[in-house]
C-alpha cells in the first residue's frame, strides 16, 4: 500500500468517526413521531410494517435491538443504527471524492505530496459539507429507512469506481456482480438507491467504448430500461408470477396451496442453473455478467420472504396481512395508497364517464375449499377522456375533488373552475410547485440557508430558504429583520451566506472544464444528481399539501452535489495561488478558508436543529395517551402521531398492554379486524361479532345514509333508529336491505342518519362507567346523528363494538382523532387526560369544546402521573411536530383549570394553569391564542399579576407579528392575510378582556398599539 492510500484510508475513518460521534451524540435517545415508531416496533418484535415493507432495514434493526441490554435502549439502539450507517455514508463518499480528485491531478506538475494533500482536503471538505448537511443529518438520528438507504447509494456508486480501477483485468466483473447484490438487498431498505443505476451503466460506457452522440443517447436508453425494469417488471412481476404459477397449479391441477410458488422456484433456480452453465461453456462473458447480476438481485430481493414468514406467525402488528403471494402483490404495489398517473392521466377536478363510472381493476382473491376463489371484482374510477392529459401534474388519485383550492394557488387558476385546465397551467404547477417548491427549495436549505424549521403550504412567512444576505432575502420574501422575536430565534434558522452552493458551483465546473475524463466524470456525477432529484419530482408527481417535508427523498441529489463541494477546494486552490504563490502556504491555506467557510458554517447553523438528544416527548406523551385509560379499555386512534410511539411503547417497553389500541383509519380493513378480534398481550379480542364473511374487502366498504320516507315517523318518535336493528339491517344480505327507490343496483345502506342506544343504569354503575355520585347525569339512551352521506366500514364496525361491549370495556377516543372519526358520538364524551372516555351523560359546550371533563381524574393525571419529555428544558429541541403537540397539552390544562373553578375548587385551578407555564413556558412555545385563553382563566381566578404578565407576552407577540405581516405583500399562496385577520382578533379580545377585569393601565396601551395596527391593516 502506497503512502497516499494509507493516508486516504486513514482521513477516510477520520471522517467516519467524526460524523458517527457527531450523530451518536445528536441522536433521539428513544422514539421519535412518524413512522420511527412502527418501523422500531416491527423490527424489534418481528412485525410488519406499512407497505412496501422494509425487511432487510428490519433484519438489521433486530441485530442492533440485541445489544440494547434492556428494552428501554431498543428504540436507541436502533436509532444508533441510523447514525452508524450514516457515518459508513460519509466513509464512501470521501473514498468517491478522492478517487475523482485524484484523476484531475494526477496529471498535475507538481510534487506528489501536494498532490496527495490536495487529494485528501477535497474529499475531507465534501465529506464533512454532507456530514453537516440539513437533509442528511436529519434521517441520521432517528430509526428510518431513509440513512440505510443512502449507505446503499454510496457503496454502489463507489464499487463501480472500483470496478472502473480494475477493468480490463480479470476478474473486474466481480464489482458489477457485487453491485447488484447490493441494489437487490437494497429494495429491502427502499427503492431510492435504484437511482443509481443510470450513473453506473455510464460510467460503464465511458470505460468500454468511445464516447459519441448516438451512443450517449442508447446508454441512456439502457439506463432507463434498466431502471424501468427492476421497478416495474422484477419487483412486481417475479411475485405476480409465483402467483399466477400458484394459481394455475392450484386450480388447474388441484395441487395444495403453494405448491406453484415451489414449482415457480424450482424453475427459476435451475433456468439459471443451466443458463450459468451454458455461457460459461460457451465464453459469453457478457451473458454470463447480466445473469448473474440477475441472480444475485434476486438473492438480495428475497429478503422479502421474512415478510411472509413473518405474516404468517399473525404477530400483533401485521400491517396488510401479507402472508401470501397475491397479499404480498398488494403490498409490494402500495394498493392501499392508490395510483398517480404519471405520463398519461385524468385532472384533478375530472368528472367520472357518464357511460362507464368504474371499471375493473382487477380480481381479489381468498382462499376456499382449496382453491382460489374471487372474492370481489376490484374496480376504480373511470375518468371522462376530456379531461385527462398527456404528463398530468394536477391530478387525483381517486374520486376527484381534492386539492382544487391548492392547485388554483399555485397554478393560477380558478378554484372553482370544472373546465380542465390548459396545458400551460399544468406545467406552471409542475415548475411553480413541484420543481422549485419542492426540490429546489429543499436543495437551498441545504447550500444557501433556511428560514425555519417550520412546514410551509407556500408564501413568505415560513419554510423558505433563505441565504442571511438581507438584499437578496428581503427581495423574495420581505424585511425578515421586522421578523417577531420567536421567528428569528426559531432554531431552524439556518444561514450559510450561499457559500456551500457557491463551492460546489465551483467544483462543478472546474471538474467539466478541467480535462476530457473530467468531463466523462461530470457527466456522471450530473447523472447521479439529477435521477436522485429531479427524476423524482417527475416520479412522485406530488399534489399539495403534502403531510410533512419530504426533502428526505432527495438526499442522493445533495449527495452528488456534495462531491462538487469537494472538488470546488481545487476551483478555490486555483484561483488563490495567482496570490499565493507557494504550494505549501496555499494548499493548508485555502483548505482551513474552505472548511470554516462550508463544513464549519454549516456544522455551527445545524447543531442546535438537529440535537434530539434527551428528547423524550413522543415516548411519554404515548406513555400518558395510555395512562388515560381505564384497565382494560379500547382506545380509538387515527393518525400516525397517536398510534405508533403507543404501539412501541406496549410492544417493546411492555406498557399499559392491557389496553388495546384500535387505529380507525385501519379499522376500515379486513387484515386489522381480524387482528382487532385476536387477543392481544393483557389485552382481550375487542367485542367485534360481525363474522368475516360480512366485511372482507370490497364488501361494505362503504354504508351510505338513506333517510327511508317510510321510517320517518318512527325515527322522529323514537329519536333515532335502533342502532342494533340497523346494525342488523346493513349485515343482513337480503335483496330488500339492498333496494334502494330510484336505483337500479344493490347498494349497502343504512335506512336512517339518526341512531339510539337505550342505556342500561345499573350495568353503567356495575362496570364503573359513571360514578354514583353522577347516576343523575346519566341519560336513558344514547341519540346521535351522522352528518354526511355515507359512513366507511370503520364507522359500522364502531357501531358493533358499542352494541357488543354493553359498557364492560372502558371505550376512549384520543383527543388528536379528528371529528370525523367521533361518528357522532361527542357530545358522550368525557375528558380525562390525552383521551375522551364515552360515558351515557350528554354534554353541549358553546365553546367549541367536545364533551365534559372528569376534573378529579385529570387532576391527578396532568399534575402527578403523566411525563412531559424534557420539554421545559432550553436545551431540548423541539421541532414543530413536538410544538403541535404541546398545544393539546395547554388546551387540556385550561379545560382542567376551568373545570375545577366551576366547581369552586380556586386554588386547585391556579395550581394547574401554573404547572401548564411550567410544562410548556412561553420561551419553549410562544404563546398566541392559548396564552389570550389562559389569561383570561387567570384573570377569573384573581391571579391579576399572572394575568398581566401573560397579557403583555402575547400582546407583544402579536404586535411584532402584525408589524411584520404589514410589511408583506401577499402572493397567491401566502397564508398571513389570514394570520393577520386572527392576530388582530386576538388583539380585540385582549381589549376586551383588560376592559372587562379593569385593568386600565394595561388596557389603555392594547387600545393604542390595536388602533395603530388596524389602521396599518387598513392602508394595506
Same mark, same amino acid.
Given at each position: ?8 484510508? @486513514? ?92 484523476? @484531475? ?276 374510477? $373511470? ?52 420543481? $422549485? ?89 450530473? @447523472? ?493
Amino acid at each position: 500500500m502506497s503512502k497516499y492510500q494509507k493516508i486516504n484510508v @486513514l482521513v477516510g475513518w477520520l471522517s467516519f468517526a467524526i460524523a458517527a460521534i457527531v450523530y451518536l451524540l445528536t441522536l433521539e435517545p428513544t422514539v421519535s413521531f412518524w413512522d420511527c415508531g412502527e418501523f422500531i416496533t416491527a423490527s424489534y418484535k418481528l412485525q410488519i410494517g406499512h407497505p412496501p415493507g422494509a425487511p432487510f432495514f428490519m433484519i438489521l434493526a433486530r441485530f442492533f435491538a440485541v445489544f440494547a441490554g434492556g428494552t428501554e435502549n431498543v428504540a436507541l439502539m436502533i436509532n444508533a443504527l441510523s447514525g452508524i450507517v450514516s457515518a459508513f455514508t460519509i466513509l464512501f463518499l470521501f473514498w468517491t471524492i478522492t478517487h475523482l480528485a485524484k484523476k @484531475l491531478i494526477s496529471n498535475q506538475e507538481e510534487p506528489v505530496g501536494i498532490q496527495v494533500w490536495k487529494i485528501i482536503a477535497v474529499g475531507f471538505i465534501g465529506a464533512m459539507a454532507y456530514t453537516f448537511s440539513d437533509t442528511f443529518w436529519f434521517s441520521a438520528v432517528e430509526g428510518e429507512v431513509y440513512a440505510t438507504s443512502s449507505l446503499f447509494t454510496a457503496i454502489v456508486f463507489w464499487c463501480i469506481l472500483k470496478w472502473e480501477n480494475d477493468a480490463g483485468k480479470a476478474h473486474a466483473n466481480r464489482w458489477i456482480i457485487l453491485i447488484a447484490y447490493l441494489m437487490g438487498l437494497s429494495i429491502g431498505v427502499h427503492l431510492l438507491n435504484l437511482l443509481a443505476i443510470p450513473a453506473i451503466v455510464m460510467v460503464y460506457y465511458f470505460k468500454n467504448y468511445t464516447p459519441t452522440r448516438n451512443g450517449i443517447i442508447k446508454a441512456l436508453g439502457l439506463a432507463v430500461l434498466l431502471l424501468g425494469g427492476a421497478m416495474y417488471v422484477i419487483i412486481p412481476g417475479v411475485v405476480k408470477m409465483a402467483f399466477l404459477f400458484d394459481l394455475f397449479f392450484v386450480n388447474v391441477i388441484g395441487l395444495p396451496f403453494n405448491s406453484g410458488l415451489v414449482i415457480f422456484i424450482l424453475a427459476i433456480i435451475g433456468g439459471i442453473v443451466w443458463g450459468i452453465r451454458y455461457t460459461i461453456q460457451k465464453q459469453k462473458v457478457l451473458a454470463n455478467t447480466v445473469l448473474m447480476a440477475f441472480t444475485v438481485v434476486l438473492i438480495g430481493y428475497s429478503s422479502y420472504a421474512v415478510i411472509m414468514i413473518r405474516s404468517n406467525a399473525n404477530p400483533s402488528l401485521d400491517q396488510n396481512n401479507p402472508e401470501d403471494l397475491q397479499t404480498l402483490l398488494s403490498y409490494l404495489n402500495r394498493e392501499q395508497y392508490g395510483d398517480t398517473p404519471l405520463l398519461y392521466g385524468q385532472y384533478f377536478n375530472a368528472p367520472l364517464d357518464e357511460n362507464e363510472r368504474y371499471v375493473k381493476d382487477k380480481n381479489v382473491y381468498i382462499k376456499k375449499d382449496g382453491k382460489y376463489v374471487v372474492s370481489y371484482e376490484k374496480k376504480k374510477a $373511470n375518468f371522462k377522456d376530456s379531461h385527462k392529459s398527456v404528463f398530468p401534474r394536477m391530478h387525483t388519485k381517486g374520486i376527484s375533488g381534492k386539492n382544487h383550492i391548492e392547485y388554483a394557488k399555485w397554478a393560477g387558476i380558478k378554484a372553482d373552475q370544472k373546465e380542465k385546465p390548459n396545458f400551460a397551467q399544468n406545467i406552471k404547477f409542475f415548475f411553480s410547485y413541484q420543481v $422549485n417548491y419542492m426540490y429546489v427549495r429543499y436543495f437551498m436549505w441545504n447550500f444557501a440557508g433556511r428560514q425555519s424549521d417550520r412546514q410551509s403550504y407556500g408564501g413568505v412567512v415560513e419554510g423558505n430558504w433563505i441565504s442571511g444576505i438581507p438584499l437578496i432575502d428581503n427581495m423574495r420574501l420581505g424585511d425578515q429583520s421586522l421578523r417577531p422575536d420567536h421567528m428569528k430565534n426559531n432554531k431552524g434558522n439556518n444561514k450559510y451566506y450561499f457559500l456551500p452552493l457557491l463551492l460546489g458551483l465551483a467544483g462543478l465546473i472546474y471538474q467539466y472544464r478541467k480535462s476530457i475524463t473530467g468531463q466523462k466524470d461530470f457527466w456522471v456525477i450530473m @447523472l447521479l444528481f439529477v435521477f436522485t432529484g429531479l427524476a423524482i419530482v417527475l416520479y412522485l408527481n406530488q399534489p399539495p399539501l403534502q403531510p410533512r417535508e419530504r426533502d428526505y427523498a432527495y438526499a442522493g441529489s445533495f449527495y452528488a452535489f456534495a462531491i462538487w463541494i469537494g472538488l470546488g477546494f481545487l476551483a478555490v486552490l486555483e484561483a488563490c495561488k495567482k496570490v499565493l504563490k507557494s504550494d505549501q502556504i496555499a494548499v493548508p491555506a485555502v483548505f482551513v478558508l474552505c472548511f470554516v467557510a462550508v463544513p464549519g458554517l454549516m456544522a455551527q447553523q445545524n447543531w442546535d436543529d438537529h440535537d434530539r438528544s434527551d428528547r423524550y416527548l413522543a415516548r411519554d406523551m404515548a406513555y400518558n395517551y395510555l395512562n388515560s385509560c381505564e384497565p382494560n379499555a379500547i382506545l380509538f386512534t387515527m393518525g400516525d402521531n397517536d398510534t405508533f410511539p403507543l404501539w412501541y411503547l406496549q410492544e417493546v417497553e411492555g406498557v399499559r398492554t392491557d389496553v388495546r389500541v384500535c387505529n380507525l383509519s385501519y379499522l376500515s380493513t379486513d387484515w386489522y379486524i381480524d387482528q382487532m378480534k385476536q387477543q392481544n398481550y393483557d389485552s382481550a379480542p375487542l367485542p367485534i361479532s360481525m363474522k368475516k364473511e360480512k366485511y372482507l374487502e370490497g364488501r361494505r366498504d362503504v354504508v351510505y345514509l338513506v333517510d327511508d320516507p317510510r321510517l320517518k315517523a318512527y325515527v322522529e318518535k323514537y329519536n333515532g333508529l335502533d342502532i342494533k336493528e340497523a346494525l342488523d339491517y346493513v349485515l343482513s344480505d337480503k335483496e330488500s336491505t339492498k333496494t334502494i327507490y330510484g336505483y337500479d343496483e344493490r347498494i349497502d345502506h343504512f335506512p336512517a342518519s339518526k341512531f339510539r342506544m337505550t342505556v342500561d343504569k345499573e350495568q353503567i354503575l356495575k362496570t364503573g362507567t359513571v360514578r354514583k355520585e353522577e347516576s343523575d347525569l346519566i341519560v336513558d339512551q344514547l341519540e346521535w346523528e351522522v352528518t354526511g352521506n355515507y359512513i366507511e366500514k370503520s364507522g359500522f364496525t364502531l357501531y358493533n363494538m358499542l352494541v357488543e361491549n354493553n359498557w364492560e370495556r372502558p371505550m376512549y377516543f384520543a383527543i388528536t382523532v379528528p371529528s370525523d372519526g367521533y361518528f357522532g358520538l361527542e357530545k358522550y364524551f368525557q375528558l380525562e387526560g390525552f383521551a375522551y372516555r364515552l360515558v351515557p351523560i350528554e354534554t353541549k359546550n358553546d365553546d367549541g369544546q367536545v364533551g365534559r371533563v372528569n376534573g378529579l381524574k385529570m387532576y391527578t393525571n396532568m399534575l402527578e402521573k403523566f411525563k412531559w419529555g424534557n420539554i421545559e428544558d432550553p436545551n431540548v429541541y423541539l421541532d414543530e411536530t413536538c410544538s403541535r403537540m404541546t398545544l393539546s397539552m395547554r388546551n387540556n390544562y385550561l379545560r382542567l383549570a376551568e373545570s375545577l373553578m366551576d366547581e369552586g375548587k380556586r386554588d386547585s385551578a391556579v395550581m394547574a394553569l401554573d404547572k401548564c407555564m411550567e410544562v410548556v413556558p412561553n420561551d419553549r412555545v410562544p404563546l398566541d391564542y392559548w396564552g389570550v385563553l389562559i389569561a383570561k382563566a387567570y384573570y377569573r381566578a384573581a391571579e391579576y399579576e399572572k394575568a398581566n404578565q401573560l397579557i403583555e407576552v402575547v400582546s407583544e407577540r402579536l404586535v411584532q407579528e402584525l408589524d411584520y405581516y404589514a410589511s408583506l405583500k401577499p402572493v397567491s399562496t401566502s397564508e398571513f392575510p389570514r394570520w393577520q385577520n386572527r392576530n388582530l382578533y386576538l388583539m380585540q379580545e385582549l381589549y376586551q378582556i383588560t376592559a372587562r377585569y379593569e385593568q386600565n393601565d394595561l388596557n389603555k396601551k392594547i387600545e393604542l398599539e390595536f388602533k395603530r395596527l388596524l389602521g396599518n391593516y387598513r392602508k394595506g
